[in-house]
Every structure is written in structure tokens, then in C-alpha cells.
């Protein structure tokens, strides 16, 4: 089946600093990936949606210039947590929709835990 | 708007013994309905899914699930459950805009 990676799988860093979590689709193009946040013993919340090329779509709520995402090519889609605080301490997951795949079905990042000291 | 409920945060069931996780959907036009599993502090693993065709849909590690459509459901559904079945289960959903939404969870837990 198809492979997206995930990296890094666990960071900690210091209260203002910034985290770039990648995601890669390794054996097929991606048009689209999502990225998830979740918190423990609850479901995905849908972040943003990036396109390759173009700007991504946000979802209320959620802060663009806090959750920078950059889609740049068919198998990279990055997200940057930008003066991170410990409130966005959090489990990241990324996800990929191939080109094509118009059923809706998503393959996952093994995810990113994030912790903001 | 499209949704998904699982109305059971938890459910317990014995080794060996059948298990139902259920989930029910809304969604306008034609539902895709997919089942994920998410072992703990990794991403989600894709189950299997409903597109069109017999309602009856077997997946991986002996998974199946129902499509009712006059019952708007997915259950998930498995004959003799494992200790190693116990993860967290994702119902979703899409419609006409292919963002899937997701359910809260179903922790299952099986007990040797």
C-alpha cells in the first residue's frame, strides 16, 4: 500500500522556539494532504488542507500564522509550529489523498508527538 | 455538513468472542465510509472501506463491516477477537468534497 513518512516521530523543545514536522508521500503523488492535531483519548481534529502549489486551507480556529503549511511539491507537505508554546504540546498527523484517488481514502504519517517545554 | 457518530467510547469484549464496533453516518449524496485503527502513539492504519458494491466489506486482520444504508451504518465487525485487536477504531466518512470526517474513537479493549 501506499507509504507516507512521517519526521520526526517525537520532538521537545524549549517554549518559543520553532518545530517543522514533514510529511512525505514516498512511493506516490499526493495533490492533497491534511494535517491533524489530536489530543489524548480523542479523535482527529482537521487542522488545514494543503494543495501542491497552492496556499492551504485552514479550519476556523485554527491560527495561519501560528501552523505554518507549505506544500511545495507532489511529496512534501510541511507544517511548522511557530513560537510554540506548551498549550500546543500535541500529537501531529499528517495524511495523503493520492492523485487520483477521488474515493476519499487517506493514507497516514505514523504522526509526531510534540512537547513544548 | 457531513458527520459520523460511534456511540460507544469503549467496548469490551472477550478473546475469542465476536466483536461490533458501531458507527452511523450523515452525509448528502453517496456515503465512502472507511474504518481505521490507531495503535497508541502511532498514526492511523487504513481498515477498509465502502464505496459502492455489496454491503458486506471484509478488510485487513479479519475486520468486515455492514453498509445499511436505511440504517445510515458502518458497524465494524470482527467473529473471534484477538488481544492484539485492542487499539482505537476511526469511522469516517466523505461526501461530495472528499474531506473525510472522522468519528471520536472507539477504544477497543480484549480481554485474554
Known amino acids: 500500500g501506499a507509504v507516507v513518512s512521517q519526521h520526526p516521530s517525537r520532538v521537545i523543545c524549549k517554549s518559543g522556539t520553532s518545530v517543522k514536522i514533514e510529511c512525505r508521500s514516498l512511493d506516490f503523488q499526493a495533490t492533497t494532504m491534511f494535517w491533524y492535531r489530536q489530543f489524548p483519548k480523542q479523535s482527529l481534529m482537521l487542522m488545514a488542507t494543503?494543495?501542491?502549489?497552492?496556499?492551504?486551507?485552514?479550519e476556523q480556529g485554527v491560527e495561519k500564522d501560528k501552523f505554518l503549511i507549505n506544500h511545495a511539491s507532489l511529496t512534501l507537505s510541511t507544517l511548522t509550529v511557530t513560537s510554540a508554546h506548551p498549550e500546543d504540546s500535541s500529537f501531529y498527523i499528517c495524511s495523503a489523498k493520492s492523485r487520483g484517488g477521488d474515493t476519499g481514502e487517506l493514507f497516514f504519517g505514523e504522526g509526531s508527538r510534540l512537547t513544548v517545554l | 455538513a457531513q458527520s459520523v457518530a460511534q456511540p460507544e467510547d469503549q467496548v469490551n469484549v472477550a478473546e475469542g468472542n465476536p466483536l461490533t464496533v458501531k458507527c452511523t453516518y450523515s452525509v448528502s449524496g453517496n456515503p465512502y465510509l472507511f474504518w481505521y485503527v490507531q495503535y497508541p502513539n502511532r498514526g492511523l492504519q487504513f481498515l477498509l472501506k465502502y464505496i459502492t458494491g455489496d454491503n458486506l466489506v471484509k478488510g485487513s486482520y479479519g475486520f468486515e463491516a455492514e453498509f445499511n444504508k436505511s440504517q445510515t451504518s458502518f458497524h465494524l465487525k470482527k467473529p473471534s477477537a484477538l488481544v492484539s485487536d485492542s487499539a482505537l477504531y476511526f469511522c469516517a466518512v466523505t461526501g461530495g468534497s472528499y474531506i473525510p470526517t472522522f468519528g471520536r474513537g472507539t477504544s477497543l479493549i480484549v480481554h485474554p
Open positions: 494543503s494543495n501542491e502549489g497552492s496556499k492551504a486551507t485552514y
